[in-house]
């Protein structure tokens, strides 16, 4: 036991870089909760419009953070080396491939927003209008589009902030955020204090207000506070960047931006099997993910702080104390997904009740919040084990594990269900979720081996 318990002095010092992380993740998924909600009290297509064109920018976002954290592998091992031009190295790196990354995906959604809506919508369900549905998402799609660039700079400072143990900062900076994205949703959604009610377009304005406030905050208090944060001093001033450190970034970054975004992609693509059981179902798996989002901070913030603590490890050259620490985090995230399972199961079958939409969405919602409730420990195991592997840059073999298991076992397991089964989306939903263990039993050994433990900076 002794193996996967730890002393006090441990919980503390995790929970010290957790805990903001988590309050940050509960604020911000706690107010998109009361925006979903706001969304879902104006009707079925508008919650349907905006959950789809989110599961697509979830792509993009998750590209990014592919991207920063990537790079965010050197920069945490440079940090526990007191090296600050490594660090602010790595922080112009971020910032040239996200903005790179920002220009792609800017041209995909203005070209193929119709196209890539549209894969969500099917008939199969007494449930909604499907072109209202369409016409929904476009239009808060297009005032979307104008906050992802603050939103990728943002990450950048934030990511880089939080690897090198500034984790306050990032989270004061997202309550200011959702606090104004909040109000604002109320204002513009139901047209308050004189303002017409914009519905969709409104809850769009409001955060990409949000996102640029947020921007502002994190860019200003990091200029402005040089002696906490020197790597942050001359980022800017004669922005060069070794090529032989970009190349070494970009070979570390690319699989795992490959793998968020493949990823993200292939969990878009999970739910347009499950589209096909009617736009009920599509109403309904945005109510479960919105509460599953605020039960799920807990072991989220576990896989960030394994990362920042067991990186800096790894940098300072202590591999068995990494890999000892990488264990008993591990164990923490399971048990705090467990304990989130627990509460999400409990309150699943009132959640529902607060969306104005049908009976039948009302029941599915319920029914997998419960099945998704029951296999959070799978869910927390899983997260925790994904960044112990890439804590020591094995960002092949997280490519490998995650997105490659997701499009090679888990999406053509759904799409079976989907078009060669006729059963309903209870019995579905369980098994795509159940497909999982495959991959917990492959994050063990690969975990177990411990061939992941290593320090990438010797040779940067």
């Not at 297509?45 to 993009?60: A, C, K």
């Not at 590209?63 to 031009?85: D, E, H, P, R």
């Not at 139901?190 to 519905?199: D, Q, R, S």
């Not at 995650?402 to 089964?421: E, G």
Request: a positive charge.
């Amino acid at each position: 036991m002794k193996k996967y318990i730890a002393t006090k002095d441990f919980y503390k010092k995790v929970m010290l870089i957790a805990f903001p992380i988590m309050i940050q993740n509960g604020i911000s998924n706690f107010v998109s909760l009361l925006d979903n909600i706001m969304i879902g009290r104006v009707g079925t297509e508008q919650m349907s419009g905006v959950s789809i064109v989110n599961q697509l920018i979830f792509v993009f976002i998750l590209c990014m953070f592919g991207v920063v954290s990537g790079a965010g592998i050197l920069g945490a091992q440079y940090y526990g080396q007191k090296n600050n031009k490594g660090v602010r190295d790595v922080l112009r790196i971020k910032l040239v491939m996200v903005l790179g990354a920002l220009i792609i995906a800017t041209v995909v959604f203005l070209t193929m927003d119709k196209t890539l809506i549209s894969l969500y919508l099917h008939e199969g369900s007494e449930t909604g209008n499907l072109a209202d549905t369409l016409r929904y998402g476009q239009e808060y799609l297009r005032v979307m589009l104008i906050g992802m660039f603050p939103m990728a700079v943002e990450m950048s400072y934030s990511s880089t902030l939080r690897e090198c143990g500034e984790t306050s900062v990032p989270m004061k900076a997202s309550i200011v955020a959702v606090l104004v994205n909040l109000v604002l949703n109320y204002i513009l959604i139901f047209g308050k204090l004189g303002m017409p009610a914009l519905g969709v377009v409104g809850a769009a304005i409001a955060t990409v207000v949000s996102r640029y406030i947020q921007m502002i905050y994190v860019v200003a208090w990091a200029h402005k506070n040089i002696a906490k944060v020197p790597y942050i001093e001359g980022v800017y001033r004669q922005f060069s960047i070794s090529w032989n450190l970009f190349a070494k970034v970009f070979i570390l970054t690319l699989p795992l931006m490959l793998n968020e975004t493949l990823w993200s992609a292939g969990v878009a693509a999970v739910n347009t099997c499950y589209s096909y059981r009617g736009l009920s179902v599509v109403a309904a798996i945005n109510i479960q993910s919105t509460i599953y989002n605020i039960f799920n901070i807990m072991y989220i913030a576990m896989g960030d702080a394994l990362a920042i603590v067991v990186g800096q490890e790894l940098g300072a050259g202590n591999i068995e104390k990494a890999k000892d620490t990488a264990t008993k985090i591990i164990v923490m995230a399971v048990a705090f997904a467990s304990l989130g399972g627990l509460f999400m199961f409990g309150i699943s079958y009132i959640f529902p009740l607060v969306y104005n939409t049908t009976d039948e969405v009302r029941h599915i919602a319920g029914l997998v919040i419960r099945i998704t409730a029951c296999c959070m420990p799978i869910h927390g195991f899983l997260h925790a084990t994904y960044f112990a592997i890439r804590s020591g840059g094995k960002t092949v073999i997280t490519f490998l594990f995650d997105s490659v298991y997701l499009w090679v076992i888990a999406f053509p397991f759904a799409y079976f269900l989907a078009h060669y089964t006729g059963l309903s989306i209870g019995p579905m939903f369980l098994s795509c979720q159940l497909i999982d263990l495959l991959k917990v039993a492959v994050g063990y050994f690969i975990f177990r081996s411990g061939i992941w433990a290593r320090n990438i900076t010797e040779q940067a």
